[in-house]
């Protein structure tokens, strides 16, 4: 019984393409150095912006060497349910909406929970 397995390579596995006769744009690398001792090394292309800081495998924030740490930007406060509500009305007109509501209720003229 002859043997008809197929033989080659397998599909997807390896490119049949080379890096013959190709350009690549003029690269450097750049060096990070994690608080917790890491050093991360990087290509850039010589023509890109360089980030001072890049986020290390252990989460922690790595400085590009011979930089200095940017000025963290300022963070908004985060805005409450209250104080979006605050926006559109004063403590005054809630406190009358509020005993408009509880009057209805205890009138019966408001099921609970509706």
Not at 40 to 49: C, G, S
Not at 50 to 76: F, I, M, S, T, Y
């Amino acid at each position: 019984m002859p043997d008809r397995s197929l033989r080659g390579m397998s599909i997807g596995a390896k490119s049949m393409e080379s890096d013959e006769g190709v350009d690549f744009a003029p690269r450097f690398q750049a060096y990070y150095d994690c608080p917790n001792g890491h050093t991360i090394i990087l290509p850039f292309a010589t023509d890109a912006e360089v980030p001072p800081v890049w986020e290390c495998r252990c989460g922690e924030e790595a400085l590009l060497r011979d930089a200095e740490r940017p000025e963290p930007k300022a963070v908004k406060p985060q805005r409450t349910h209250w104080d979006m509500l605050l926006e559109r009305r004063t403590v005054a007109e809630l406190q009358e909406l509020l005993d408009e509501r509880l009057d209805l209720l205890r009138a019966g003229k408001l099921r609970r929970g509706a």
